[in-house]
């Protein structure tokens, strides 16, 4: 895809050429049949100097041309935005400049990268409307058939471009294995089955800012198998399709900055095994419609299930700032995995069923062994809503600087630790294993606590 230069011509050495025989010729006819000696060394000098001349010229032309094809280098793909082009892979250098690119086959991607590649595409339309992937797993885990796919050490920024999958499993941004994507100022639509918006995995990292990002079948920010990094700041970020299509999806680490991240018909954010959300300043809104047998509906999940996609460990949801939405639910939800949970300045505002968080078995994991292990901390909050956590589940709840009303119903381990500056106003009889801090501000507001099964005085 490089654009090739004419090497100059060498038009002016050949004409000064010509103009020294034709100069010499004229001294040659008019010098005397007996001229002296003087003038036969004369002309000789002249032809000599004809030689070198000739010579000169001979090496200037070459110099010329080596000089011209050392200097070529890559040029810059400019397109005319009206006009339409194939499929593309992306070479080191290359800068697209507008037009419009359509991928319709099977595992094809509208612009591809890996290896040692670096390049930028700016105000492209990119549309994969045709084509699916070879099977579920690939599209998933390696990003083939994604709108653009990014791996292998490559290296591709996108901005203010609009990129549109309607084809099935095709994601609309991939990252993959150690490719990095930059994006600024873009618009990704994907209405396609199976697919999410942006996303990473087997160790890619995606960097966007001001983004617009729609999905109709899976997470508008998501992840699978492998992991990697994406970082997010400022715009929005929409999930519309159904069960199992939140906002956020995360095996991996997510951070999220300055966005609205809206789930219209699911959970607001799901964190796998070994892995992470982090969001400062968000509207987060969810609105979990699951109708499987056994299911728990809650805004943020933390879990661990059975597919081998996430590393077992501690699922970590960080919010700072912004606000958060329970449409239908819970706010949290924690199951078959350690979690921690971090809390400082954000307003939660709850669904109808007025449950703050749930810690318990469910349908992932062995049953008897698959309770959640919970550490809640809040820092500068509001708190408000009912705490269930089961028998076989753990709950570690600490309180700096912040308030907390409700009820906590613990069958399991439950402990409270409170500084000085924080409150409890129990809405119901509560029951915990263990209370610590400063007491002073917890108000029984005629009910009563158990601590180890026994009433506390206050």
Not at 38 to 50: G, L, N
Not at 273 to 293: A, F, M, R
């Amino acid at each position: 895809m490089k654009k090739e230069k004419e090497v100059p011509t060498v038009k002016c050495a050949v004409l000064a050429f010509c103009f020294s025989i034709l100069t010499l010729m004229s001294a040659c006819a008019a010098a005397p049949a007996e001229a002296s000696g003087m003038q036969t060394e004369q002309i000789a000098a002249m032809e000599t100097t004809t030689k070198n001349e000739k010579a000169d010229t001979h090496v200037a032309e070459v110099e010329e041309t080596v000089t011209s094809e050392e200097a070529e280098e890559p040029a810059s793909l400019v397109y005319d935005t009206s006009m339409q082009y194939n499929a593309a892979a992306l070479a080191d250098g290359d800068e697209i400049l507008g037009g419009t690119y359509i991928a319709e086959g099977d595992d094809e991607s509208v612009l591809e990268a890996s290896g040692s590649v670096q390049a930028s595409v700016t105000g492209a339309v990119l549309q994969k409307i045709g084509g699916s992937a070879s099977s579920a797993d690939a599209s998933s885990f390696r990003g083939v058939n994604a709108g653009v796919r990014v791996y292998g050490n490559a290296v591709v920024s996108l901005t203010d471009c609009e990129i549109l999958a309607t084809a099935p499993n095709a994601t609309g941004v991939f990252a993959y294995e150690d490719g990095v994507i930059y994006m600024d100022n873009c618009t990704v639509n994907v209405t396609g089955g199976g697919a999410g918006g942006v996303q990473v995995a087997g160790g890619g990292t995606l960097i966007g800012q001001n983004l617009t990002v729609t999905s109709a079948s899976k997470a508008a920010i998501r992840s699978d198998r492998g992991g990697g990094t994406l970082i997010l700041d400022g715009g929005s970020y929409t999930s519309t399709g159904s069960n199992g299509c939140p906002a956020i999806y995360s095996t991996a680490d997510i951070t999220v900055r300055n966005a609205d991240c809206i789930s219209e018909n699911s959970r607001a954010v799901i964190i796998e095994g070994k892995n992470s959300v982090t969001l400062e300043n968000c509207t987060l809104i969810g609105n979990d419609q699951s109708t499987k047998e056994g299911s728990i509906k809650a805004n943020v999940l933390l879990y661990q299930s059975a597919s081998g996609d996430a590393g077992v460990g501690t699922s970590i949801f960080t919010m700072t700032g912004g606000s958060m939405t329970s449409q239908s639910g819970a706010m949290f939800y924690c199951t078959n995995t350690a979690s921690k949970v971090y809390l400082t300045d954000a307003e939660l505002i709850l669904s109808e069923d007025g449950t703050l968080l749930i810690v318990s078995a469910g349908r992932w994991g062995k049953d008897g062994r698959n309770g959640g292990n919970c550490a809640f901390a809040a820092q500068d909050q509001t708190l408000e809503g009912d705490i269930l956590v089961d028998s076989i589940s753990t709950l570690v709840l600490d309180l700096t600087n912040s308030s907390y009303t409700g009820a906590i119903q613990g069958e399991g381990s439950v402990s409270v630790t409170m500084d000085a500056a924080s409150t409890w106003t129990l809405t119901g009889d509560s029951y915990i294993t263990s209370l610590s801090g400063d007491l002073s501000g917890l108000n029984l507001n005629g009910y009563s606590l158990y601590v180890n099964g026994v009433a506390y005085a206050a």
